[in-house]
Structure formats: structure tokens, C-alpha cells
């Protein structure tokens, strides 16, 4: 840049088209830019073809030409230089990206930007899948569409509360070739590039005010190579596009029709502009007139081609619909036909397609009054009024000691300088351990594994994270981030497992916990899940598991009721299902009455020696304890519960005074109670022979119905009890809910 007196710093920018070079040089006070000189050279040759640089010397002395008559108006030293790229390869990419936070929390400004280098990052990979070419590409611009919040389109995702985000995201691409084509051609003319842009921002910043940004407006910037194409929509541009087919096929098909070279035919498209009648001289050297709109009749069928193509770019663009209007920028636009044309393949009203020229340069003031304000103008001024918008240009940072080389769009990042340098964008993230997937009862679940550390970012040898601005030259070491534990998960820890299936088998009530049933196979609470498990917590226990669990022997032929319905080893017992058992009844019946006989006997025999009976009574303590092993059954209840050996114990007893460890006589089964302390209180467990686990639930005050944690506390002797593992006088137990 220079210093000119009275007027600030110039801002010099280049327009490098595929048949001219435009160098402007003027400064902005306030919001007026004033334009105070203007150069334009064409190529001598083709040495630029399709908006991509052929013959760099070429180009590069055109440039040097431009300079020198500009510095020589101007009397002053150009050095700087701003530049647009036409794009004769760029490519967008729209992406859509989702984020699934850990839990619901406040969404933060750094939140945004991960959820924005997400974004880039899947474009790039997604680009790089689609490149079929050798070519390396430079993200030069990214743009968010719209944000998500929990699935919901939002305008601004900061300070709400979400459990998942995610974006609608444009990322465009330029192929590393024309870019340092251009800067090349630049330094040959001893220019260096202080600002880089596309040429359709450029154009955009001059013909489309930022207050009509919020409408859904398509700009086409027709040069001689390449016809640039962005879209506006809710304030922002949302893509940019190119097609390869603009002025200059317009050109060859004059030439080709009239039999001239490629310059004259460009003086016949240029002289209907003005004139009905155009002379020329054909390749034979005879002098040839041609009337204007014979000129459009042979460029009809081409323009028709051409505004075809653009259409279906805009449409593609812009989600398979027409933009609501276009404004049309650059020399080939101005072809009669061309907007009529636009508008017919876009379906929309032809005024709604419109060439912009000197009615959107209001705020351009020209030193030399005799300049022509038309559409040719407006990328050209655009191009110097970028450099005041944001610093476009190529920078080289250092990154973990290899050199690259980063578009500066104004605001790069380390996260920018990552991308570039192919360092996974997981690395600069705290990364967690494999999650564990699994389904239960249908249902898929999962289990996060542990979160590792961040990466450890420094910049110029300070502190830094991966928002941290950097500047050229800066020197960036990260180290990756760690990976986090792989998740462990057991079956007692997941929720459905938590709860027991409360039952009553003969008027007890019994705690059965859940089973687990893992791809088929039944396993107990220690089981690790492994991921792709397929999980089924069975709710329901059948009779013989009911009877195994409880250590009960049956006897052939006796008879068993789920709610009071018969039912066999098969039948389901779900919660607060009751079950019962004994002898059927004529079974029972036959031997009560033998029984009794003995019984009668044995009182009659025993009356000279004790108090006497009524004839045919028992004694309720032989009935209690008969002799020689034997159990008379009660004739009421058939509730009797089997042993081992095939005897019954009744359901009611007479009971002992209660002493601890004292043994107590049921039937033929010796019983004793034991005292345990629970939750730091004594219990007594009394009635059976041996105790288990379990069998605590059945004395003391505690509901696993009524869930109060998160996992619940078993210690025998300060170890995790199983439910199953026998107990003892003096155990000491503890039973909780734990958060």
C-alpha cells in the first residue's frame, strides 16, 4: 500500500480476468470509497484461459504494466496488493453435522466453535472423498447455514440449554494450483499480496447492500472465462459456485461464424453494444459489415446454453429452488438476452434478473469524471473494498515443526492450522474410551467410556488452546490428547437389574432377584456386559426355579398352585404372584387318618404314666413332635413345605421361647436362630435349619420396591454379599441405596 497526501492509506487491487487485468488503487473516508486512479491492460495473448493463469511470465508482465502506469498517474510506490480468485475450480461442499453432548448444559461460545471445526472438518473429509484429482485444496471460506438445538432450527445457539446441537454448514475449496499460480504472477511484478478473496465476495460487497443479505438473492459475476455464482439468504452467504462458460464462448462463436480471430471477433461482440452496424475485416482480408441483431440471432442458441447452466447452478445451490432474484455483475452479462434469458430458465419474472452497474455505486466517487460506472466496475472496486471488510491472504505458521501454508480469512485459529496440517481434529478434543452398545429387552443402550485429557496446545511457546488466534509465522506445538478408559458396565448396575421380584410362596413372602439372560445364555450380577450384548432381564421366575432358589423338595404327586390355579415345574411366577404347595388331598387324607390310628395307640399305652386324654385326642406335643421321625399332617392346611428327605414341616408350629442358637424341633427338622446385626441393629433370624442371604430381607423394615439410589449396597462382613451365601450368627450386614 502507499500514503498519499491528504488521503490515508491507498488500497491498490487487482482484477486478474482471463482477458483483461483491472488495477485500481483508492482509499475509503467514512463510508464513501474514492477511486483515485484505474488501469486496465488486456492479455496480449491467451495467456489465461477459463479464469486459471497459463503463462505466469505472461500474466506477470501484464501486471507489471498495470503497476507501473498506475504508480507513474499517481506518483507514488505501489508494494501491496489485494487479489480475487475466479474459481475456475472451486468447489463447495454443504454438510450437516449433529453433536451429542455428555448431559444437558449451557451451550458456550467455545461450544459453537467446536461445533463449527466439526463442521469443516466432516466437509474436508467429505470433499476429499469426492477429488478425483491430484490437486491439494484450501478451505477458503465457510459459512453456517442454520443451527440446530435439540433437533429444532434456532438462529443463535449460545447460552441455551441442549443435550444435542448441530448445523446446517457450506465449506468452499480452492485447489492449491491457482492460487500460487496467482501469487507468482504477482511477485513477478514485485507486488506482494497483503489480501486474498473470491471474486464473488468481492463483487457481492459492492451489489448487495448487507440489508438486502437477509433475502434469498443470487449474484452471477459473467467474465471472459468463468461465470462466478453466491447466494445471500438470512444475512450471510450461504454458497458459491462457478461454471466454466462465459464471455469468451460467446467470442468463439462469433469467430468461428464470421471467420475472424479471436480479437476482432471480441470487437464485434463489444460494437453492438453501441452501434446497430458493425465493420470488420474476415480472414481473407475483404472488409464485411454485420448488423447487431444478426450478431444476437448467431449468439442466441449460445447465451441460451450459457444462462441454462447458471440456472441449474443457482437451483443446486440453493436447495433445488430458484433464489428469489439475481443481480447480474461483469462484460458478459451485459449480452442482450442474457437476463431474459436467466429468468426464463430460473422461472422467475424477468425484472427480477437485472444487470447492476453505476445504480449500486452511489458510495463510489471517481477522481476522473469521465469514467464509465458500469457492471465491469463493480468486482474490481469490490476487490479493494474486501481489504477493509477482513484480511484474506496466505500465511505459513509452523506446525509441530512442518511448515504450512493457511488461507487467513481474518480470524484462523489453531484448530485452522490443525486442519491443514492433517492433524485429526480428535486429537486437539479430550477423547473418550470405547463405549460399550448393547440392547435390553429391546431397547438399545449404551455406556460412555471415561473422558481422557485435552490436548496440551502452546503458541510461540505460551499456554494455548485450540481457539487460540494465530498470526504468521507462529509456531504451534500440540500434543494429541489421551484416550479415556474403556467403559466397564456389570449386570447388577444397570437400572432394570436394580429391583427384586417379590412373591409369596406359602404365605412367606420371598425376594427372588432378576435373572439376566445375555445372547441366550442366563448370567448372574458380576457378568461384564461386552458390547453388541443382547440383554434380556427376565421378569418372571418358573415353579421349579421358585423351588430351587428355596431349596424345596417335593414330592411325586404333590400338588402346586400359582394364584390359586394348578400349575406344574413350567408355569411362570411373575411379581406378586403367590404360589403353594402339599400333599393332594386324598393323598393327605388317607395317611392323616393312619397316622391318627398310631396315635390313638400310643395315647392309649401311655395313659397309666400321664395325665389323662380323651379317647381318640392327640397330645398337642406329640402332634408337634411325633416320635420315630413321623409328622401328622394338618387336615386343614396343605401348606406343609417338603424337606430333602421327603418329610413336611407344618406351617404352624408351636413355637419355643426364643433364645439365640438354641436348636428347635420342627417335624423331624432341627431348626435354630441365629442373630445378626444389620444396618448396625441386632436381628434374629429363627425357623429354619440354615440361612442365606437373603433370608434378612424377611426381618427387617426395608422396600426394594421403593427405589431411593442408583445402585444398591450388599456387604456380608465388609464384601459384596451374594444373594445365596450363607449366614451366621455374629455376620455383620449392611443394606443401603447408594447415589
Same mark, same amino acid.
Request: contains cysteine; proline residues 3%.
Given at each position: 500500500?502507499?500514503?498519499?497526501?491528504?488521503?490515508?492509506?491507498?488500497?491498490?487491487?487487482?482484477?486478474?480476468?482471463?482477458?483483461?487485468?483491472?488495477?485500481?488503487?483508492?482509499?475509503?473516508?467514512?463510508?464513501?470509497?474514492?477511486?483515485?486512479?484505474?488501469?486496465?491492460?488486456?492479455?496480449?495473448?491467451?495467456?489465461?484461459?477459463?479464469?486459471?493463469?497459463?503463462?505466469?511470465?505472461?500474466?506477470?508482465?501484464?501486471?507489471?504494466?498495470?503497476?507501473?502506469?498506475?504508480?507513474?498517474?499517481?506518483?507514488?510506490?505501489?508494494?501491496?496488493?489485494?487479489?480475487?480468485?475466479?474459481?475456475?475450480?472451486?468447489?463447495?461442499?454443504?454438510?450437516?453435522?449433529?453433536?451429542?453432548?455428555?448431559?444437558?448444559?449451557?451451550?458456550?461460545?467455545?461450544?459453537?466453535?467446536?461445533?463449527?471445526?466439526?463442521?469443516?472438518?466432516?466437509?474436508?473429509?467429505?470433499?476429499?472423498?469426492?477429488?478425483?484429482?491430484?490437486?491439494?485444496?484450501?478451505?477458503?471460506?465457510?459459512?453456517?447455514?442454520?443451527?440446530?438445538?435439540?433437533?429444532?432450527?434456532?438462529?443463535?445457539?449460545?447460552?441455551?440449554?441442549?443435550?444435542?446441537?448441530?448445523?446446517?454448514?457450506?465449506?468452499?475449496?480452492?485447489?492449491?494450483?491457482?492460487?500460487?499460480?496467482?501469487?507468482?504472477?504477482?511477485?513477478?511484478?514485485?507486488?506482494?499480496?497483503?489480501?486474498?478473496?473470491?471474486?464473488?465476495?468481492?463483487?457481492?460487497?459492492?451489489?448487495?447492500?448487507?440489508?438486502?443479505?437477509?433475502?434469498?438473492?443470487?449474484?452471477?459475476?459473467?467474465?471472459?472465462?468463468?461465470?462466478?455464482?453466491?447466494?445471500?439468504?438470512?444475512?450471510?452467504?450461504?454458497?458459491?459456485?462457478?461454471?466454466?462458460?462465459?464471455?469468451?464462448?460467446?467470442?468463439?462463436?462469433?469467430?468461428?461464424?464470421?471467420?475472424?480471430?479471436?480479437?476482432?471477433?471480441?470487437?464485434?461482440?463489444?460494437?453492438?453494444?453501441?452501434?446497430?452496424?458493425?465493420?470488420?475485416?474476415?480472414?481473407?482480408?475483404?472488409?464485411?459489415?454485420?448488423?447487431?441483431?444478426?450478431?444476437?440471432?448467431?449468439?442466441?442458441?449460445?447465451?441460451?446454453?450459457?444462462?441454462?447452466?447458471?440456472?441449474?447452478?443457482?437451483?443446486?445451490?440453493?436447495?433445488?429452488?430458484?433464489?428469489?432474484?439475481?443481480?447480474?455483475?461483469?462484460?458478459?452479462?451485459?449480452?442482450?438476452?442474457?437476463?431474459?434469458?436467466?429468468?426464463?430458465?430460473?422461472?422467475?419474472?424477468?425484472?427480477?434478473?437485472?444487470?447492476?452497474?453505476?445504480?449500486?455505486?452511489?458510495?463510489?466517487?471517481?477522481?476522473?469524471?469521465?469514467?464509465?460506472?458500469?457492471?465491469?466496475?463493480?468486482?474490481?472496486?469490490?476487490?479493494?473494498?474486501?481489504?477493509?471488510?477482513?484480511?484474506?491472504?496466505?500465511?505459513?505458521?509452523?506446525?509441530?515443526?512442518?511448515?504450512?501454508?493457511?488461507?487467513?480469512?481474518?480470524?484462523?485459529?489453531?484448530?485452522?492450522?490443525?486442519?491443514?496440517?492433517?492433524?485429526?481434529?480428535?486429537?486437539?478434543?479430550?477423547?473418550?474410551?470405547?463405549?460399550?452398545?448393547?440392547?435390553?429387552?429391546?431397547?438399545?443402550? #449404551?455406556?460412555?467410556?471415561? +473422558?481422557? @485429557?485435552?490436548?496440551?496446545?502452546? &503458541? *510461540?511457546? %505460551? !499456554? /494455548? $488452546?485450540?481457539?487460540?488466534?494465530?498470526?504468521?509465522?507462529?509456531?504451534?506445538?500440540?500434543?494429541?490428547?489421551?484416550?479415556?478408559?474403556?467403559?466397564?458396565?456389570?449386570?447388577?448396575?444397570?437400572?432394570?437389574?436394580?429391583?427384586?421380584?417379590?412373591?409369596?410362596?406359602?404365605?412367606?413372602?420371598?425376594?427372588?432377584?432378576?435373572?439376566?439372560?445375555?445372547?441366550?445364555?442366563?448370567?448372574?450380577?458380576?457378568?461384564?456386559?461386552?458390547?453388541?450384548?443382547?440383554?434380556?432381564?427376565?421378569?418372571?421366575?418358573?415353579?421349579?426355579?421358585?423351588?430351587? #432358589?428355596?431349596?424345596?423338595? +417335593?414330592? @411325586?404327586?404333590?400338588?402346586?398352585? &400359582? *394364584?390359586? %390355579? !394348578? /400349575? $406344574?415345574?413350567?408355569?411362570?411366577?411373575?411379581?406378586?404372584?403367590?404360589?403353594?404347595?402339599?400333599?393332594?388331598?386324598?393323598?393327605?387324607?388317607?395317611?392323616?387318618?393312619?397316622?391318627?390310628?398310631?396315635?390313638?395307640?400310643?395315647?392309649?399305652?401311655?395313659?397309666?404314666?400321664?395325665?389323662?386324654?380323651?379317647?381318640?385326642?392327640?397330645?398337642?406335643?406329640?402332634?408337634?413332635?411325633?416320635?420315630?421321625?413321623?409328622?401328622?399332617?394338618?387336615?386343614?392346611?396343605?401348606?406343609?413345605?417338603?424337606?430333602?428327605?421327603?418329610?413336611?414341616?407344618?406351617?404352624?408350629?408351636?413355637?419355643?421361647?426364643?433364645?439365640?442358637?438354641?436348636?428347635?424341633?420342627?417335624?423331624?427338622?432341627?431348626?435354630?436362630?441365629?442373630?445378626?446385626?444389620?444396618?448396625?441393629?441386632?436381628?434374629?433370624?429363627?425357623?429354619?435349619?440354615?440361612?442365606?442371604?437373603?433370608?434378612?430381607?424377611?426381618?427387617?423394615?426395608?422396600?426394594?420396591?421403593?427405589?431411593?439410589?442408583?445402585?444398591?449396597?450388599?456387604?456380608?462382613?465388609?464384601?459384596?454379599?451374594?444373594?445365596?451365601?450363607?449366614?451366621?450368627?455374629?455376620?455383620?450386614?449392611?443394606?443401603?441405596?447408594?447415589?
Amino acid at each position: 500500500m502507499a500514503e498519499a497526501k491528504g488521503q490515508g492509506k491507498l488500497v491498490f487491487g487487482l482484477d486478474i480476468g482471463t482477458r483483461s487485468i483491472v488495477g485500481t488503487v483508492g482509499y475509503r473516508e467514512g463510508d464513501i470509497f474514492n477511486v483515485v486512479g484505474q488501469e486496465i491492460r488486456e492479455h496480449e495473448t491467451r495467456a489465461m484461459l477459463d479464469g486459471q493463469i497459463h503463462d505466469i511470465g505472461q500474466v506477470g508482465n501484464t501486471i507489471g504494466v498495470v503497476k507501473h502506469a498506475l504508480e507513474k498517474k499517481l506518483d507514488i510506490k505501489l508494494t501491496d496488493v489485494c487479489i480475487a480468485a475466479a474459481g475456475r475450480v472451486l468447489k463447495t461442499v454443504e454438510v450437516h453435522i449433529d453433536w451429542e453432548l455428555d448431559k444437558e448444559k449451557e451451550i458456550s461460545a467455545e461450544d459453537v466453535a467446536h461445533l463449527t471445526s466439526m463442521g469443516i472438518e466432516k466437509a474436508y473429509s467429505q470433499f476429499l472423498e469426492s477429488n478425483d484429482t491430484d490437486l491439494h485444496f484450501y478451505c477458503v471460506g465457510n459459512s453456517v447455514i442454520r443451527y440446530y438445538l435439540n433437533g429444532y432450527q434456532i438462529g443463535n445457539l449460545e447460552n441455551h440449554k441442549a443435550r444435542n446441537v448441530g448445523a446446517d454448514m457450506i465449506a468452499t475449496f480452492l485447489p492449491d494450483e491457482v492460487v500460487d499460480g496467482l501469487y507468482k504472477a504477482v511477485e513477478l511484478a514485485g507486488l506482494r499480496v497483503v489480501n486474498m478473496t473470491l471474486e464473488p465476495i468481492a463483487a457481492i460487497s459492492v451489489a448487495i447492500p448487507e440489508m438486502y443479505r437477509m433475502l434469498n438473492i443470487g449474484l452471477v459475476d459473467v467474465g471472459a472465462g468463468t461465470s462466478d455464482i453466491c447466494i445471500t439468504k438470512d444475512g450471510c452467504i450461504i454458497a458459491y459456485g462457478m461454471i466454466p462458460v462465459a464471455g469468451d464462448s460467446l467470442t468463439e462463436t462469433v469467430a468461428k461464424n464470421c471467420l475472424v480471430d479471436f480479437n476482432t471477433a471480441e470487437q464485434i461482440k463489444r460494437g453492438i453494444e453501441t452501434s446497430e452496424v458493425v465493420e470488420y475485416n474476415d480472414i481473407m482480408g475483404l472488409p464485411q459489415k454485420i448488423e447487431r441483431q444478426a450478431v444476437l440471432d448467431m449468439l442466441d442458441a449460445q447465451i441460451d446454453e450459457m444462462t441454462g447452466l447458471v440456472a441449474e447452478k443457482f437451483k443446486e445451490l440453493n436447495g433445488g429452488k430458484p433464489v428469489s432474484a439475481v443481480f447480474v455483475v461483469g462484460g458478459g452479462g451485459r449480452i442482450g438476452g442474457y437476463t431474459q434469458k436467466l429468468s426464463a430458465h430460473l422461472g422467475i419474472l424477468a425484472e427480477r434478473v437485472a444487470v447492476r452497474g453505476e445504480e449500486v455505486m452511489g458510495k463510489i466517487r471517481f477522481k476522473d469524471d469521465n469514467v464509465k460506472k458500469d457492471s465491469l466496475m463493480v468486482t474490481p472496486i469490490g476487490i479493494c473494498l474486501n481489504y477493509y471488510e477482513q484480511s484474506n491472504n496466505f500465511i505459513y505458521v509452523s506446525f509441530n515443526e512442518e511448515h504450512v501454508k493457511i488461507y487467513d480469512s481474518g480470524n484462523l485459529a489453531v484448530v485452522d492450522a490443525a486442519m491443514h496440517a492433517n492433524f485429526p481434529n480428535d486429537g486437539l478434543f479430550p477423547r473418550r474410551g470405547k463405549e460399550i452398545n448393547y440392547t435390553i429387552n429391546g431397547k438399545k443402550g #449404551f455406556k460412555r467410556g471415561g +473422558l481422557g @485429557e485435552a490436548a496440551r496446545i502452546t &503458541v *510461540n511457546g %505460551e !499456554p /494455548a $488452546d485450540m481457539h487460540s488466534p494465530i498470526r504468521a509465522n507462529d509456531v504451534i506445538l500440540v500434543e494429541a490428547s489421551t484416550v479415556g478408559e474403556p467403559a466397564k458396565l456389570t449386570i447388577s448396575e444397570l437400572p432394570e437389574f436394580k429391583s427384586m421380584i417379590v412373591i409369596k410362596a406359602n404365605d412367606s413372602r420371598i425376594l427372588l432377584p432378576r435373572v439376566a439372560i445375555v445372547n441366550g445364555e442366563e448370567k448372574n450380577e458380576f457378568y461384564e456386559v461386552q458390547d453388541g450384548d443382547e440383554i434380556t432381564m427376565r421378569d418372571y421366575y418358573t415353579v421349579a426355579q421358585v423351588r430351587r #432358589f428355596m431349596d424345596v423338595l +417335593l414330592e @411325586e404327586g404333590t400338588e402346586v398352585l &400359582v *394364584n390359586n %390355579e !394348578p /400349575a $406344574d415345574d413350567d408355569t411362570k411366577v411373575y411379581e406378586n404372584f403367590t404360589i403353594k404347595w402339599g400333599l393332594k388331598a386324598a393323598k393327605a387324607k388317607k395317611e392323616m387318618e393312619e397316622r391318627g390310628a398310631a396315635k390313638k395307640e400310643e395315647a392309649a399305652a401311655a395313659q397309666d404314666d400321664e395325665q389323662p386324654v380323651a379317647d381318640g385326642d392327640l397330645n398337642e406335643t406329640d402332634a408337634e413332635y411325633p416320635e420315630d421321625g413321623e409328622e401328622t399332617p394338618d387336615p386343614d392346611s396343605f401348606d406343609a413345605l417338603p424337606e430333602d428327605d421327603g418329610s413336611y414341616v407344618r406351617s404352624e408350629k408351636k413355637e419355643e421361647p426364643e433364645a439365640e442358637d438354641k436348636p428347635e424341633k420342627a417335624g423331624n427338622v432341627i431348626t435354630h436362630s441365629i442373630l445378626l446385626k444389620v444396618n448396625g441393629k441386632e436381628v434374629k433370624l429363627s425357623g429354619k435349619a440354615e440361612y442365606v442371604f437373603v433370608d434378612v430381607f424377611d426381618h427387617i423394615d426395608f422396600d426394594l420396591q421403593k427405589v431411593k439410589g442408583t445402585r444398591l449396597i450388599t456387604d456380608l462382613n465388609g464384601h459384596k454379599a451374594e444373594y445365596m451365601e450363607p449366614v451366621h450368627s455374629g455376620d455383620e450386614i449392611v443394606i443401603r441405596w447408594e447415589d
